[in-house]
């Protein structure tokens, strides 16, 4: 059986910047009141014009220089998101026709809320290993700031828009790269902690209903042990220690979910990867974004192992162990 890894990366973010400082002129908030309780410090904002498959596309277009391959060559296409230009079709057959992928691809959405990169990656893979698929592209791409309530100071200040890009393909002769497992889940009894309640086809009584709700304190608390006990398990699976893992890429939700998840697994903070002072909570985007980020900073090497741990609004969860 062919062995895939991820051989390339790319991703996009809005050129615009919006600041805490910023935000403070929207709402009743402040740099510090928001910093102390998230550690975001600014966030990207796409315009009109940057759809979340204009924002996919352009990652999905970086992934393929970095790979080395062509559009022609994919026959797998997946993109991760809640936020999608249209209830149909699938914002990945967007993406198809924008990037040059042609018809033998097999092309869908998958919404897992911000676990669904994760959620994505092992379909991919799952899909690759049955060999009738040879080259995939795995995107996480979302518009949230199109769901703000832009008059909640709770939600408004967390999320920010972007996406970020894989390519997976048969690893190169002599490479160490190659998928060691995943494990998804999901926490019943949950979805009204973290959702969008309105825009499906239940009815919809208000026009707020479009947008994020979300108890805080309740996320807070099952994402934190959700994550550690996905982590755990994953590598208690692979007989891997914690301490050999180069790199734990986490959804970039909360720098407190963070620092908790490290102290939890007992892993310096120094082997996480974090950019959710500079991004914000980009949801499905936020694990490709800094994998890409993290690979062009050299913070990724040939070899490394490294973990890609989530969680998001079901609530799902899920890890990700992958050598480079």
Not at 133 to 144: D, F, L, N, P, S
Not at 186 to 194: H, K, M
């Amino acid at each position: 059986m062919t062995a895939h890894a991820i051989i390339g990366s790319g991703s996009f973010t809005p050129t615009r910047v919006v600041t805490n400082e910023d935000m403070s002129r929207i709402v009743d908030t402040s740099d510090e009141w928001i910093v102390t309780r998230t550690g975001i410090r600014e966030r990207r904002l796409a315009s009109e014009t940057e759809s979340t498959s204009y924002m996919a596309a352009a990652a999905a277009s970086a992934a393929l220089i970095d790979a080395g391959v062509k559009a022609e060559q994919i026959d797998l296409l997946i993109i991760a998101t809640f936020t999608p230009d249209l209830p149909m079709p699938a914002t990945a057959c967007l993406v198809q026709t924008m990037i040059g992928i042609p018809s033998k691809a097999a092309c869908f959405d998958i919404n897992a809320a911000c676990t669904g990169f994760v959620y994505a990656l092992d379909t991919a893979w799952a899909m690759l290993a049955s060999g009738r698929y040879q080259h995939a592209v795995v995107i996480g791409a979302e518009k949230i700031s199109s769901l703000i309530n832009w008059n909640d100071r709770t939600t408004c200040v967390l999320f920010g828009d972007g996406a970020g890009a894989v390519v997976i393909g048969p690893a190169p002769s002599g490479s160490t790269g190659r998928f060691i497992g995943s494990k998804l889940g999901a926490i019943p009894g949950t979805s009204a902690v973290l959702m969008v309640p309105g825009g499906g086809s239940s009815p919809v009584q208000t026009d707020a209903a479009r947008f994020i709700t979300m108890k805080g304190k309740e996320v807070f608390k099952l994402a934190v042990r959700a994550m550690d006990d996905v982590a755990r398990d994953i590598l208690a699976a692979h007989g891997i220690a914690a301490d050999d893992v180069a790199c734990i890429i986490p959804h970039q939700a909360n720098r407190r979910i963070i620092d908790a998840i490290a102290q939890y697994l007992e892993v310096p903070i120094e082997r996480f990867f974090i950019n959710v002072d500079r991004y914000g909570n980009t949801s499905a985007a936020s694990i490709p974004i800094a994998l890409d980020e993290a690979r062009r900073a050299g913070r990724i090497k040939s070899g490394d192992l490294v973990l890609l741990v989530a969680f998001g609004a079901g609530l799902t969860y899920g890890a990700t162990l992958v050598r480079f």
